[in-house]
């Protein structure tokens, strides 16, 4: 399998699925999302085990990139600030509650 095209900037999920069916395979995230690694893409897999992966790709647009903890990711891809995946992945593990509330 191998990675498609992607335009420039352009979201893109119509892979999910099958990454989604890679993970479900046994494949570990940074296996899983290998194939759709390019120059102007970026995603991420977590597993419910704790397995993580995340890419930002070389020709993304300034100040796109990802922060990464244990079982966290904070993907940004519009920042104005360098460090916005830092403060991102901060404010999301020093807050209480439910995920969806955070």
């Known amino acids: 399998m191998s990675a498609r095209p992607l335009p420039k900037t352009t979201p893109e999920i119509a892979w999910g699925e099958e990454m989604l069916d890679r993970l479900a395979s046994g ?55 360098s460090n916005a995946p830092a403060l991102m992945l901060e404010a999301l593990c020093s807050a209480i509650g439910p995920l969806a509330e955070r």
Request: a negative charge; glycine letters at 8%.
């Open 27 to 81: 494949e570990t995230s940074h296996v899983a999302i290998g194939p759709y690694q390019a120059d102007e893409t970026q995603l991420a897999a977590i597993t419910t085990t704790g397995s993580l992966a995340a890419f930002t790709g070389p020709r993304c647009p300034d100040y796109a990139g990802q922060a990464v903890s244990t079982n966290v990711s904070a993907q940004v891809n519009t920042a104005r600030l």
